[in-house]
């Protein structure tokens, strides 16, 4: 009897010890700033490359650390279409209206959603291949982006790539005066994640 309620004294210690670590490793909101999207294009005439750019990319997530490195929850980016530029006006507008625009005429902005990723790494440097779905034209089709992210203790800086193959939303390559983009583009992000209570303090100063 003894041992039997020696067992039982010992697992509920360890209960309570576990549910103490697990509440201690919380996740945090932080939010994107300072977020760049450019995306890269080949074409049917090797000389020539599509290239664009946006500074207005946006976002949220949740973060926290666990000992083998970072761990990314429910992250939500929104590039708003109108921001990406390619250097050439006519161009632009070509591209929204063949690339960004809904059957029913509606220009909508592209998102990216995942729901968790694991980063393992060393303190301050990560490696996050993380994977969600894709939105154009508010179509979700899955995507893959590998990030690299230091973390400072106040900021964590974040970039990486991935492809996006525009076939797979049903969207021909758009072609103009004889230059045809072709089908796998390569998206890039760069950008901060600045954790809420950190923007909100330096924001009240």
């Known amino acids: 009897m003894r041992h039997r309620a020696l ?7 360890t209960l309570v010890s576990t549910r103490a670590v697990a ?30 750019k946006s500074e207005g990319l946006e976002g949220r997530a949740r973060i926290r650390k ?18 990406l530029k390619t ?21 909508r902005d592209v998102r990216f959603v995942a729901e968790r990723a ?9 490696t996050c291949k993380v994977s969600g779905n894709l939105f154009i ?12 992210v ?15 193959r525009l076939s797979t939303y049903d969207i021909a390559p758009p072609s103009q005066l004889g230059v045809k983009t072709k089908d796998d583009v390569k998206l890039q992000m760069d950008f901060v994640v600045d954790r809420v209570q950190e923007q909100i303090a330096r924001e009240t100063r």
């Open 66 to 83: 666990n000992p083998d490195g970072l761990v990314i929850e429910r992250l939500e980016a929104t590039l708003p279409v109108r921001t």
């Open 23 to 52: 509440q201690d490793i919380r996740s945090e909101p932080v939010e994107i700033r300072e977020g760049t999207a450019r995306f890269d294009a080949s074409t049917n005439l090797p000389a020539i490359r599509i290239h664009g």
């Open 87 to 107: 250097g050439m006006e006519l161009r632009d507008e070509h591209m929204r209206k063949y690339v960004f625009t809904t059957p029913d005429g509606r220009l």
């Open 150 to 164: 230091s973390d400072d203790g106040i900021s964590l800086r974040a970039a990486g790539e991935g492809i996006v």
């Open 137 to 148: 034209r508010d179509v979700p089709r899955p995507f893959t982006i590998v990030l690299k």
């Open 118 to 126: 694991t980063c393992p790494g060393a303190v301050g440097a990560h």
């Open 7 to 13: 067992q039982t004294a010992l697992a509920f210690v």
